[in-house]
T-cell receptor, first 115, second 109 residues
């Protein structure tokens, strides 16, 4: 079945630094990938939709200059949290939609802690 | 305003009891999915419902999609401690998957 690998699974960074999270579709091509943020005891909130070779579409209230998304190939999308602050600490999850087949496959998430 | 209203948000029951989780919206969805998520992991797909009125069963779990494709329910029969987790409904709208608030289920032995 379709597998999405997300890396790293956990990261701790200092305030003011940037962190990059990778999302890879291992055995399928993903024209579209999605990035979600999840706070403790809450649901997944869609941050942005990432399309291969074009600019990401951000949801209302998500700062595009803070959360940089790059989808350079059909199997890789990256989310960079720039100038991280403690309030950016959260669980970030990506998902990928398989080209031509639909459906969504989720990564295992990245726990970001900003200290 | 939440696009998908999921209820209840928290549920604590004893082993052997039955329960139902509801997912409601004023919008029509081309499909609706139910996921289960363990702490520190990504959500895992349980089922996708596509046709209005559709009923799907997965062992002790029964999923129903409303006739108008605006709502869905998840019924668990004879809940077990292994059913503990976060249950999420999600609707496919315009090529994006939007999640309900989630239901934190705790089944006590």
């Amino acid at each position: 079945g379709a597998v999405v690998s997300q890396h790293p699974s956990r990261v701790i960074c200092k305030s003011g630094t940037s962190v990059k999270i990778e999302c890879r579709s291992l055995d399928f091509q993903a024209t579209t990938m999605f990035w979600y943020r999840q706070f403790p005891k809450q649901s997944l909130m869609l941050m942005a939709t990432s399309n291969e070779g074009s600019k990401a579409t951000y949801e209302q209230g998500v700062e595009k200059d803070k959360f940089l998304i790059n989808h350079a190939s059909l199997t890789l999308s990256t989310l960079t949290v720039t100038s991280a602050h403690p309030e950016d600490s959260s669980f970030y999850i990506c998902s990928a939609s398989q080209t031509g087949r639909g459906g969504y496959t989720f990564g295992s998430g990245t726990r970001l802690t900003v200290v | 305003t939440q696009l998908l209203e999921q209820s209840p948000q928290f549920l604590s029951i004893q082993e052997g009891e039955n329960l139902t989780v509801y997912c409601n919206s004023s919008s029509v969805f081309s499909s609706l999915q139910w996921y289960r998520q363990e702490p520190g992991e990504g959500p895992v797909l349980l089922v996708t419902v596509v046709t209005g009125g559709e009923v799907k069963k997965l062992k002790r779990l029964t999923f129903q999609f409303g006739d108008a494709r605006k709502d869905s329910s998840l019924h668990i029969t004879a809940a077990q401690p292994g059913d503990t987790g976060l249950y999420l409904c999600a609707g496919d709208q315009g090529g994006k998957l939007i999640f309900g608030q989630g239901t934190e289920l705790s089944v006590k032995p």
